[in-house]
């Protein structure tokens, strides 16, 4: 399925844990907007890789196809899932899995990555993406839905915590216990979202370090960060603005935790300029060079 | 019979798809959940209800106490299972289920429906459901249907239930 890359190895039973450890630091990029088609190549040398949402390149016309093309052949591009929903206890969409495959096939990145959520169920889509409850039937599902996927693209999977839209009253295991539980039994390296974990720490009311810090560090792999908004009292991870003071502490910390290969900023609403854009990605590459640089253990025990 | 993980996933995406029928039924099946929390959680809660009850009406509601919780019992046991009543529905039901021969007056009833209008309707509401359902508990297989309150976020869709 897919072509063998650096950084891609063979899966296999023993070689699994060494897959997750061996990929490469790509550094910082951000989000592929179609806006700034023109601007990544003007700024080539501050990107060091991009994130394609590749539902965005199914059943592609000739331009989108050749746009792909450009820039795969340009830049390293991850591409994100936004719609597979592997929660879904009904199962994951074949079409929409095979459509994935071959974008990553063609992109042939060092991982993909999608979300833990479910986003349609009994024939409908949920519209966005939606939590699971902690427990060890989601797990048992997940796990599931992942080995289909994995079957279908071998190359190395991550997997981005969500913010929660609902929080069951049913939650048998803690969140930290939970993705670790979800990364180890299924070899999944962590897209951790800085700002989906802020923002839920300050909808729900808990501190999100203990958090971090319980997380399976060598599992890492990659980071969101982005801006959000108020509402009615309630922090929505809007990507419409650029990330706040909170969101670049967390940052940091889990860059002296954990040995990151790449972060990406998410910027969904109100494009701005490519300055300010890059101007974030910048300040980003500076802490995550940093944090390389310092080659210290982490602030806590992990 | 249980409900299976897909099923209560189903409702969730119906109700998360429109916000408008969110006002029905957000349900969930606790599988651990055991039936003497439940049990001790309704009844704390129907104490409550009770208590104030008694505080804002004369002596005929000195009746109150186990028999609220029996009439609720009555009304709705064997309610169908097909249709999510409104408020008032239930409101309504539990006072003709009461004016067949309960001690309880149709003033209580009056008076907890404008305990849950006055206060945060929402929330009185679903601790109205909650007292409810907890009879329809069934003992033999362990089966718990329980109504939660949730708080909703979500981009372009906050509703609020609490």
């Known amino acids: 399925m897919v072509a063998g890359a650096a950084a891609v190895v063979a899966v296999d039973a023993e070689a699994a844990i060494k897959t997750i450890t061996n990929l490469p630091h790509l550094g910082v990029g951000f989000g592929f907007r179609d806006r700034y088609h023109t601007d990544v190549f003007v700024h080539r040398s501050s990107i060091d890789f991009l994130e394609i949402t590749a539902d965005h390149f199914f059943r592609a016309s000739q331009a989108k196809r050749e746009q792909l093309d450009l820039l795969s052949r340009n830049f390293t591009l991850i591409p994100h899932g936004l719609s597979l929903s592997l929660g879904s206890a009904e199962g994951i969409d074949d079409e929409y899995l095979t459509q994935l495959a071959e974008i990553v096939d063609v992109v042939n990145p060092p991982w993909w990555s999608e979300h833990i959520a479910f986003t349609h169920a009994g024939g409908i889509d949920i519209g966005h993406l939606t939590s699971l409850p902690r427990t060890r039937e989601s797990l048992e599902v997940l796990g599931r839905n992942i080995r289909l996927a994995k079957a279908a693209i071998p190359t190395p999977l991550i997997l981005e915590n969500i913010t929660e839209s609902i929080r069951y009253p049913g939650d048998r295991i803690d969140e930290a216990s939970f993705l670790g539980d979800l990364l180890e039994e299924n070899d999944c390296g962590l897209l951790l979202d800085v700002t989906n974990l802020y923002t839920n720490s300050v909808n729900y009311r808990f501190d999100p370090l203990p958090l971090i810090w319980r997380l399976p560090r060598e599992r890492i792999v990659q980071l969101h960060f982005a801006g959000g908004h108020w509402q009615d009292e309630t922090l929505i991870d809007s990507h419409s603005t650029p990330a706040c003071d909170e969101v670049w502490s967390l940052l940091r910390e889990v860059l002296a935790y954990a040995d990151v290969r790449g972060i990406i900023l998410e910027r969904d609403e109100k494009l701005p300029p490519i300055k300010e854009i890059l101007s974030e990605v910048d300040r980003a590459r500076e802490m995550y060079l940093q944090a390389r640089s310092n080659k210290k253990p982490a602030s806590c025990e992990g | ?162």
Request: include cysteine; charged fraction near 30%.
């Open chain 2, 1 to 162: 019979m249980e409900r299976s993980f897909a099923e209560l996933q189903s409702e969730i995406a119906r109700c998360l798809a429109n916000p408008a029928a969110i006002d029905g039924a957000l349900k969930t099946t606790l599988q651990d959940f055991s039936q003497q929390e439940l049990h001790a959680a309704a009844e704390t809660l129907i104490r409550k209800r009770v208590a104030r009850l008694r505080h804002a009406l004369p002596r005929t509601s000195q009746s109150l106490g186990t028999t609220f919780s029996e009439c609720c019992h009555q009304a709705f046991r064997n309610r169908s299972k097909t249709t999510t009543p409104s408020l008032e529905d239930d409101l309504d039901a539990l006072g003709r289920e009461l004016r067949r021969g309960s001690p309880v007056s149709p003033r209580v009833i009056e008076a907890y429906r404008w305990e849950c209008l006055r206060h945060d309707s929402i929330t009185r509401r679903w601790s109205f459901r909650w007292l409810v359902t907890r009879y329809e508990t069934d003992s033999e297989n362990r089966r718990l249907r329980l109504w939660c309150v949730v708080k909703i976020f979500g981009r372009g869709k906050l509703w609020r239930l609490w």
